[in-house]
């Protein structure tokens, strides 16, 4: 089974950035869509970025513009700059991974932004 370990949450003010990590370790994949989930307290888990094993991303409406989604297969790592942060942001961001053989979650990171 892959393991996957988030990294680079914190705070920071509005508009300010921050650039989270996942290190895949175990039985890695290439050929998985990987992607970033955020979830909110009191609100459902929601997508925010995923990219194919093709190098083609995926965002959020309200994130398109703001983050960038990246992997580098090398590496075995997926990466999210995220720029210009707004309050809203605030969350436990997730690495995710999808595969023939099922779905795999990281611990998560938290994330917040305020004043």
């Known amino acids: 089974q892959v393991q996957l370990v988030e990294s680079g949450g914190g705070w920071v003010q509005p508009g300010g950035s921050l650039r989270l990590s996942c290190a895949r370790s175990?039985?890695?994949?290439?050929?998985?869509?990987v992607g970033w989930y955020r979830q909110a307290p009191g609100k459902q888990r929601e997508p925010v970025a995923t990219?194919?094993?093709?190098?083609?991303?995926r965002y959020a409406d309200s994130v398109k513009g703001r983050f960038t989604i990246s992997r580098d297969n090398a590496k075995n790592t997926v990466t999210l700059q995220m720029n210009s942060l707004k309050p809203e942001d605030t969350a436990v961001y997730y690495c995710?991974?999808?595969?023939?053989?099922?779905?795999?979650w990281g611990q998560g990171t938290q994330v917040t932004v305020s004043p």
């Open positions: 175990g039985s890695v994949w290439p050929y998985d869509v």
């Open positions: 990219m194919s094993s093709g190098g083609v991303p």
């Open positions: 995710h991974s999808q595969r023939c053989d099922g779905q795999f």
